[in-house]
């Protein structure tokens, strides 16, 4: 796939209109998100180091809101993950398309599922480990506990979510200083300030960032065990739970 670059939000758009992973966002994906999410390069990485931790032999891995598979393809290169299978899940028909040429070009013959469904109607089984990278901030919050339940039943005790977010800080000074932080990365990264505010209206609205305490306080109440934080870069946050 090629990695064209993002130039969406760089003209004047009378109304930005809701964002949506359509085949435009598909085309310059893995430009976007790496010049979007401060630190995705180290999480995607890391996301493969966790889940070769806790895979169990035999399990799902399972990708939830998969968009081109970097998570999935970091798991499945890993020598301990050699044993499981990989299930990513993503309600976007253009990222799934350009999911599976990615997917059959860097791990050939490797059987990854990839289901267009919303991942609040799909079955979650058998897995051990389940990732859920900046895809849960897109959930409407009224549906993000009783998500998170489904995840926590398809998981035995000791298994792992691996869950990314942009974050709220619960400090409004520091919640504004992270956004401007953000901005000041993306603006370092080559966007304009024009497409800095258009792309931040198209968001509004549809990706709704909370505080890491209510996460913590809504995995518990899940049934997850435990939980860390594991990585922080301004307002994006990398956490683990437990299961
Ligand atoms: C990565 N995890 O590269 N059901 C299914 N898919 C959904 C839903 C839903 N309800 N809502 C959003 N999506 C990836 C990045 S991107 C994050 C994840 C971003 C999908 C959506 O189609 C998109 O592919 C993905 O979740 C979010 O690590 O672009 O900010």
Not at 56 to 62: E, W
Not at 154 to 183: N, Q, R, V, W
């Amino acid at each position: 796939m090629t990695t064209n670059r993002d130039t969406i939000y760089a003209q004047t758009l009378g109304d930005p209109g809701l964002f949506t992973f359509n085949k435009d966002v598909v085309g310059v994906f893995p430009d976007m998100i790496n010049r979007s999410v401060p630190g995705y390069a180290t999480v995607i990485s890391m996301t493969g180091l966790l889940a070769a931790r806790y895979a169990r032999t035999g399990t799902r891995i399972y990708d939830l809101g998969c968009s081109l598979g970097a998570s999935l393809l970091s798991a499945a290169r890993q020598p301990n993950c050699q044993t499981n299978t990989f299930i990513g899940i993503d309600n976007s028909e253009a990222m799934l398309t350009a999911a599976r040429d990615v997917l059959d070009k860097e791990v050939p013959g490797l059987a990854i599922e990839l289901i267009e469904s919303d991942i609040l109607d799909a079955p979650i089984d058998n897995a051990s480990v389940v990732i859920m990278n900046y895809t849960l901030q897109f959930v409407p919050i009224a549906s993000r506990l009783p998500l998170l339940k489904k995840i926590r039943s398809a998981l035995a005790p000791g298994d792992a979510l691996i869950l990314s977010e942009k974050i709220k800080l619960d400090s409004p000074t520091m919640d504004d200083t992270m956004i401007a932080m953000h901005h000041d990365f993306k603006r370092a990264k080559g966007y304009s300030d024009l497409e800095i505010a258009q792309k931040r209206q198209a968001l509004e609205n549809v990706l709704i960032p909370e505080p890491l305490d209510i996460h913590f306080e809504r995995l518990k109440k899940a049934g997850f065990s435990d939980g860390s934080c594991w990585f922080q870069c301004f307002n994006f946050a990398s956490m683990i739970a437990i299961a």
